[in-house]
């Protein structure tokens, strides 16, 4: 069970962190994923940070989003700053311990966040 927090509606150029709070045991077991929305498109991924693997971020958004884990508190966290218009999407965090030839299954998903980037 995964319940992100931390949307909202900031100015350009402003900062957020979202949080993925996870309930369950293993958690440092967990592949974990960000994920956005943007209106109108598909859902794509943001940023990865599989358990026995370097972070993997897309390369639009490198440089300002950091994706991060704290497997003692079963929380992940997806650091946003230098926000942009495009940015505005409902975020996503998924966990899976399944990775099939490389490519994860994302199993669990959380109900997502809503950010909002305007002036």
């Known amino acids: 069970h995964l319940v992100e927090s931390g949307g909202g509606l900031v100015q350009p150029g402003g900062s957020l962190t979202l949080s993925c709070s996870a309930s369950?045991?293993?958690?440092?077991?967990?592949?974990l994923g960000w994920f956005r929305q943007r209106p109108g498109m598909q859902r794509e991924q943001v940023a990865l940070?599989?358990?026995?693997?370097?972070?993997n971020t897309r390369e639009s958004v490198k440089g300002r989003f950091t994706i991060s884990r704290d497997n003692r508190k079963n929380m992940a966290n997806l650091q946003i700053k230098d926000l942009k218009p495009e940015d505005t999407a409902v975020y996503f965090c998924?966990?899976?311990?399944?990775?099939?030839?490389?490519?994860?299954?994302?199993?669990?998903w959380g109900q997502g966040t809503q950010v909002s980037v305007s002036a």
């Open positions: 369950g045991s293993d958690f440092g077991l967990y592949h």
């Open positions: 940070l599989l358990y026995d693997d370097p972070i």
């Open positions: 998924s966990a899976s311990r399944i990775r099939i030839d490389g490519i994860v299954e994302w199993r669990f």
